[in-house]
């Protein structure tokens, strides 16, 4: 089982950027799909979730009305668009994925049991 996360970079303050999570090795119909991130010296925190099938998706308060999180049509990838960037948005971010979790449990990271290797932004003031 693998996630490959991708499309970090460098940008601005009030950029935008799309990350993308691609899943293989199993099938994840019924995975929640979330991303994390953490920021130096800082804990993991919970950004995203989707339910992969469902589509139902959950958000962190620090980025609701600015991050989208999708799947593709192909539902091995996760995307999270993320629009109007703030310098505290600086973090490596990671996609992991959960089985038999609620929307609620979908922010708590000892619910994933695969994770992603992490992909950095970072947002420039």
């Known amino acids: 089982v693998q996630l490959q996360a991708s499309g970090g970079g460098l940008v601005q303050a009030g950029g935008s950027l799309r990350l993308s999570c691609t899943a293989s090795?199993?099938?994840?119909?019924?995975?929640?799909m979330g991303w994390f991130r953490q920021a130096p010296g800082k804990e993991r925190d919970f950004v995203a979730a989707?339910?992969?099938?469902?589509?139902?998706?959950v958000y962190a308060d620090s980025v609701k009305g600015r991050f989208t999180i999708s799947r593709g049509n192909a539902k091995d990838t996760v995307y999270l668009q993320m629009d109007s960037l703030k310098p505290e948005d600086t973090a490596v971010y990671y996609c992991?994925?959960?089985?038999?979790?609620?929307?609620?449990?979908?922010?708590?990271?000892?619910?994933?049991?695969?994770w992603g290797q992490g992909t950095l932004v970072t947002v420039s003031s």
């Open positions: 992991a994925a959960a089985s038999g979790v609620s929307p609620y449990g979908s922010r708590w990271s000892i619910n994933y049991a695969y």
């Open positions: 989707i339910t992969w099938s469902g589509g139902t998706t």
């Open positions: 090795g199993r099938t994840f119909s019924s995975y929640v």
